[in-house]
């Protein structure tokens, strides 16, 4: 007995100090030490083979190649270094969700969140905080410590087939919520990402089209976003696009790479490319740290060419070294070394409730005559009309698309395609408008019809009180829809049923704006953009007033292709060859700004966004500081509760004419309740990019600021005088704008 107590010990002090043994020699494992140090530790052990090894990886789909036991299968996967403690990096896609591509990992599933748009139309950090902090958890527990979550590209292209995983049209809105995601992500000890570096507006020929601008103005629109986004959430990695900028590849754009994020900004993580993204090895010395997704690309450009390069003198081994320790010091910091994830369950209806909060907030009421909304339940007959609202609620295609299993209705794209799997049927999450409506307005009369042929559905709404037409438009990565008019008919549809009913009401599912033809036929529009898990829920609490609309346009409405910077997508019907590139030409003033600029009336505003309850402005003081600071009262004057999002903006800076958003809050009254609210608004939203002297600069000046609830509806204005000068901080601020809540 005493001999077993005394072996036990034994091997238990063998093993203390085994464990003392391997700190020692594993310095690096000491959590204490800052990240960058730790990385230069564990980078000075490695070999040349076991640093090459990290710089490249595979998109993880077993069909495409055998793979390790380890790797979950996913959108990518970079194997670890045992002997040395790091870890194997789990990549998947989760830019509104956990993906899992083509069902890879049998039976899994993930919680999808509404689109990006919609998320940014609630114009709230926590709602993106919150977001990514749930798709973090959802990773961890599913084994992945990466996510290439976070598209940050400013939708300058209306028609562009992923403008509904972006953030809208404004550097500050989109930035901001970037950042949010990426924080709570980051929380969980998973490490996130912004994506694509940077001007990839559309999808058509997107591996080819030079987006040409001058740097200034890129600067003050798609870049600020990103550099915002970066301050405020420190994202691991960035990865660079398909596209070229003036000429030169996203991921070998020395200028944009080297220049601006890693040298400006001062950024510490990594540049991972996009799948297939690399143009050649030469990328690596221009400023790209990893090749993702290899098969993609003509050759694994950073495995034996890299090496080779090395030994041969061409590429300094310095230069390897700084990409390895940029990967390293991102896991060290995030926290995935100390924290590797941990296959668990997760609390699935805790997390669609984040995703229904954030649809709540983000579907915006355009328009709502005669207050025919909210529907009382009065006993009335309710028709619901197409847009498979029986079922459930639309999602959009491509790699960003969340599939949770067994709760999704798939519906084939008609004509063939060359694109697989998720870009290739439209998907329905199952969470029934009609159902929903049902349980929520009980004592109403809540049918539905399908809507193929306009005149039958005209008849079905003839014969109810109220009809809602629920319109759809899906829209997929790797396709730009062709134009703005609704798909299918629809527009038909929807004024055969505004002719044969006068409260007809229009909800619209669809990537981005679309034009509304009936609009004038029609008392009450809706848009809930893609709503995510529970839209359907979220979609009757709006209808029926157990939840006040209280969503804003993260991007405007045109009132035709017309409006638009390019009234003709570049490169339609064009090959990469004859399509070279075009020139963006709104420049700096993307979305709003061009409208402003031109002089042009839009459909609907930025910000535009009404609620069941009434709104008033006043006692605007704005004061001079390190940009500018605000402080003005809000008023809820009409009888509900209700959430209401101000907006400032810039109206003029040194006198001349502008309209740049400043500042936003999100702000929840009772009938009667007033709150003063204040933003101070980052001095680079008011002054240039000045590329020649290289730094923001503000002209000496009157400033003036308009406050309101769209960019178009601005209640009061205010001034300041500004001395100007050059911004501090060469095009790199510690804090990020923020708006405060009142
Ligand atoms: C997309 C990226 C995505 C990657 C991996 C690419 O086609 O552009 O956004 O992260 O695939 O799935």
């Known amino acids: 007995m005493q001999a077993t ?14 464990q003392a043994g391997a700190a020692e020699i594993r310095p690096w494992m000491d959590p204490k030490l800052d990240p960058d140090e730790r990385a230069r530790l564990v980078e000075r052990e490695m070999t040349l083979d076991e640093r090459i090894g990290l710089l490249h990886g595979v998109m993880a789909f077993p069909f495409l190649g055998p793979l390790p036991p380890e790797a979950r299968g996913s959108a990518g996967y970079i194997p670890g270094i045992p002997r040395l403690g790091v870890p194997a990096l789990q990549e998947s896609d989760a830019s509104l969700g956990l993906t899992n591509p083509l069902e890879i990992r049998k039976g899994e599933g993930g919680t999808p969140m509404p689109s990006g748009l919609a998320l ?11 977001g990514g902090r749930m798709i973090g958890h959802e990773a961890w527990s599913a084994g992945f410590n990466v996510l290439l979550g976070g598209g940050v590209n400013l939708t300058r292209e209306p028609r562009g087939g992923r ?25 969980q000890h998973v490490i996130s990402t912004v994506k694509h570096f940077v001007l990839n507006s559309q999808e058509t020929l997107r591996h080819a089209l030079s987006a040409n601008i001058p740097l200034s103005a890129l600067r003050e629109s798609d870049l600020l976003a990103f550099e915002l986004a970066i301050e405020r959430g420190e994202p691991g990695a960035v990865m660079c696009s ?9 991921c070998d754009n020395d200028r944009l790479l080297n220049g601006v994020l890693k040298g400006d900004w001062g950024y510490r993580g990594w540049v991972m490319s996009d799948w297939g993204a690399v143009p ?53 910091a995030v926290g995935v070394v100390e924290n590797p994830p941990q296959r668990g369950p997760v609390d699935y209806d805790a997390d669609a409730a984040i995703a229904q909060r954030a649809a709540e907030e983000g579907i915006v009421l355009l328009k709502n005559q005669e207050g025919l909304l909210p529907l009382a339940s009065k006993g009335r007959r309710v028709v619901l009309i197409g847009g498979f609202s029986d079922v459930g609620v639309l999602s959009g295609g491509g790699s960003s698309q969340v599939i949770p299993p067994g709760a999704v209705m798939r519906v084939p794209v008609a004509g ?34 399908p809507g193929e042929y306009p005149a039958a559905a005209a008849a079905a709404a003839h014969d109810a009180d109220v009809a809602i037409v629920f319109a759809t438009q899906w829209t997929t990565e790797g396709a730009d829809v062709p134009d703005l008019t609704l798909p299918n008919g629809q527009d038909q549809l929807i004024a055969a049923v505004a002719a044969a009913n006068p409260n007809t009401i229009v909800v619209l599912e669809t990537g981005g704006p679309v034009l509304m033809p009936w609009l004038g036929q029609v008392k009450a529009v809706i848009e809930a953009w893609y709503p995510g898990v529970r839209g359907g829920e979220a979609l009757a609490r709006i209808l029926t007033g157990q939840v006040n609309p209280s969503g804003h346009l993260p991007i405007t409405f045109p009132a035709g292709e017309s409006q638009l910077p390019q009234p003709v997508l570049p490169g339609t019907g064009r090959t990469a060859e004859e399509a070279p590139g075009y020139d963006v030409a709104e420049g700096a003033e993307a979305g709003y700004r061009w409208y402003a600029r031109q002089g042009l009336e839009p459909l609907f505003p930025f910000g535009h966004g009404l609620s069941y309850t009434s ?51 999100r702000i929840s009254l009772s009938p009667g309740e007033t709150r003063r609210v204040t933003m101070t608004a980052d001095p680079r939203l008011l002054g240039r990019y000045d590329e020649g002297r ?27 005088r500004l001395k100007g000068g050059q911004v501090p901080g060469k095009g790199r601020r510690p804090a990020a704008a923020r708006s405060t809540h009142g």
Do not use: C
Not at 165 to 182: F, I, M, R, S
Not at 426 to 431: A, E
């Open 120 to 130: 940014a139309a609630t114009f709230d950090p926590d709602a993106a905080y919150q």
């Open 242 to 250: 398909y596209n070229r900028i003036n000429g030169d590849f996203a």
């Open 615 to 665: 709104f008033g402005f006043a006692s605007l003081a704005v004061k001079a500081g390190d940009g500018l600071e605000l402080s003005f009262d809000v008023t809820n004057t009409g009888s509900r509760p209700g959430m209401e999002v101000p907006q400032a903006y810039l109206v003029s800076a040194a006198g001349k004419p502008v309209l740049r958003l400043i500042g936003f809050a």
């Open 163 to 187: 403008s509904f995983e972006y953030l809208g049209e404004d550097p500050l809105l989109a930035g901001t919520l970037a950042g949010e995601a990426v924080r709570g992500t980051q929380s």
């Open 5 to 18: 107590r005394r072996l036990v010990l034994g091997l238990g002090l063998a093993l203390l100090a085994t």
């Open 280 to 332: 050649g090895l030469q990328a690596a010395v221009h400023g790209l740290d990893q090749q993702s997704g290899q098969q993609l690309d003509k050759a694994v450009y950073f495995g034996a060419p890299l090496k080779a390069a090395v030994e041969g003198g061409t590429i300094p081994p310095e230069r390897v070294s700084d990409m390895t320790r940029r990967i390293l010091r991102s896991m060290f």
């Open 694 to 720: 290289h730094g923001w600069w503000i002209e000496p000046g009157v400033y003036r600021v308009a406050v309101g609830a769209s960019s178009k509806a601005l209640a009061m204005q205010g001034d300041a």
């Open 416 to 449: 063939e395609g060359e694109l697989p799997g998720p870009f290739r049927s439209m998907v329905f999450h199952l969470s029934s408008p009609l159902k929903a409506l049902r349980a929520a307005a009980p004592g109403d009369q809540v049918s539905f019809f």
